[in-house]
């Protein structure tokens, strides 16, 4: 048992040090690429019977994914920028709709950023208006894991203060946790899709 979890780590660990490389010596432009191939091997590694092939499985996810996932990125980053200005703007000024607005803008992209490469990882789209259409209904019927997955974020966000060194293993572990609690969200779709029995917890890459 001890020896299983260990592995695990040293998995997790593994694919934290492959995501820094593939996002940094990319100048975060592969970030969005990086991610989802993290995600692809973090969902892996929670699987208890099946051992992890890390570097192949990470690099086949990166390439298979990198045009979907690069796009998402560059989207999301055209539409974060406006909504911090606008925050602040709104902060500065003390336009109380406007904040309202801004916050609640944040909100839809922090969630949205969260699901979507999971999302990319676990399911093939049919084009870029699925991927949207898909994780916005996803990120918005479920609140308790949505409350959940912040949790997780500000947990890596507060390991990251505490030393920046802890990013070696923030990251892996943040993919984990995420993989785990979104695992019964995808369930549905997976049982939905045909492809797997209800109580069976397959997590191959399904068509959605």
């Known amino acids: 048992m001890l020896k299983e979890l260990f592995k695990k780590f040293t998995d997790l660990v593994y694919v934290n ?3 820094l490389l593939a996002s940094f010596f990319g100048l975060l432009v592969t970030f969005g690429a990086a991610t989802t191939a993290m995600f692809r091997v973090a ?5 208890t019977k099946e051992p992890t092939s890390v570097f192949p499985l990470f690099i086949r996810s990166f390439k298979e994914n990198f045009k979907e996932s ?3 990125w560059i989207l999301l980053m055209m539409l974060g ?3 911090y200005m606008m925050y602040h703007y709104s902060l500065n000024n ?3 709709i406007l904040l309202v607005l801004a916050i609640f803008g944040m909100y839809e992209w922090i ?4 699901y979507v490469f999971p999302v990319i990882a676990n399911f093939k789209t049919k084009h870029i208006g699925h991927l ?3 994780v916005l209904l996803m990120s918005n019927m479920n609140l308790w894991t949505n409350i959940k997955l912040l949790g997780s974020l500000a947990l ?4 990251m203060f505490i030393h920046i060194s802890l990013l070696l293993i923030a990251v892996g572990l943040y993919g984990a946790i995420v993989s785990y609690h979104l695992k019964k969200v995808f369930h549905p779709y997976h049982v939905q899709l045909g492809e797997i029995e209800e109580g069976n917890d397959n997590d191959g890459i399904l068509k959605l």
């Open 43 to 47: 969902a892996q590694v929670l699987k």
């Open 94 to 96: 003390d336009l109380v």
């Open 70 to 72: 690069t796009l998402v």
């Open 17 to 19: 040090f492959l995501w």
């Open 132 to 134: 949207i259409k898909n």
């Open 81 to 83: 920028v406006p909504l």
């Open 111 to 114: 969630i949205f950023t969260i």
């Open 156 to 159: 890596v966000i507060l390991l």
